[in-house]
T-cell receptor, first 113, second 116 residues
Framework: DQQVKQNSPSLSVQEGRISILNCDYTNSMFDYFLWYKKYPAEGPTFLISISSIKDKNEDGRFTVFLNKSAKHLSLHIVPSQPGDSAVYFCAATHQTGANNLFFGTGTRLTVIP | DAGVIQSPRHEVTEMGQEVTLRCKPISGHDYLFWYRQTMMRGLELLIYFNNNVPIDDSGMPEDRFSAKMPNASFSTLKIQPSEPRDSAVYFC??????????????FGDGTRLSIL
């Protein structure tokens, strides 16, 4: 059973606009969340993370928001660039456990020039 | 600085054959993970090791799958006998626990496996 869900398999956004990728989780024990970016024929690469003690973390054009009561997080990319076109995976873990991550099924972002 | 190295990048073989996927983690990392990526389930964790010891293999789909980590710099994932439904991209990842749990995992570029 998927504990981390990304319900939108794809998203298209115009260059310069905001991209919003969403992720929901079911396990209330999760307390650390990560976003990975994946280009074709490459492995996923770490993008940004957030601990459950925060509700927002920002790194340049990328911001992750966490809503613990809704068990929901989102990744905002502003402004979107064509190079951001990739598959984005949401992942979650609980820090008192081991280092294993639970991944969503991914959202393919296409940024249109 | 070398990342996680997987080999082969592509493998095409016939049903029933033995398949061995290889992984070299980043030096100094104490966790190693094997994942399988499919359209339906995304990235599925198959098994992970800590200090070369298998910790959780509950994601291994069947007894046909086995994984070993004989030393800190090498791991294998073996499928015997292989079946067409095993076709997927298999990723290896490693991480370092020294800065606390939940540290980002570093992925290799994967092995695309096709079983005919």
């Amino acid at each position: 059973d998927q504990q981390v869900k990304q319900n939108s398999p794809s998203l298209s956004v115009q260059e310069g606009r905001i991209s919003i990728l969403n992720c929901d989780y079911t396990n209330s024990m999760f307390d650390y969340f990560l976003w990975y970016k994946k280009y074709p024929a490459e492995g996923p690469t770490f993008l940004i993370s957030i601990s459950s003690i925060k509700d927002k973390n920002e790194d340049g054009r990328f911001t992750v928001f966490l809503n613990k009561s809704a068990k929901h997080l989102s990744l905002h990319i502003v402004p979107s660039q064509p190079g951001d076109s990739a598959v984005y995976f949401c992942a979650a873990t609980h820090q008192t456990g081991a280092n294993n991550l639970f991944f969503g099924t991914g959202t393919r972002l296409t940024v249109i020039p | 600085d070398a990342g996680v190295i997987q080999s082969p990048r592509h493998e095409v073989t016939e049903m029933g054959q033995e398949v061995t996927l290889r992984c070299k983690p980043i030096s100094g990392h104490d966790y190693l993970f094997w994942y399988r990526q499919t359209m339906m389930r995304g990235l599925e964790l198959l098994i992970y090791f800590n200090n070369n010891v298998p910790i959780d293999d509950s994601g291994m789909p069947e007894d046909r799958f086995s994984a070993k980590m004989p030393n800190a710099s090498f791991s294998t994932l073996k499928i015997q006998p292989s079946e067409p439904r095993d076709s997927a991209v298999y990723f290896c990842a490693s991480s370092y626990s020294g800065q606390g749990a939940g540290q980002p995992q570093h992925f290799g570029d994967g092995t695309r496996l096709s079983i005919l």
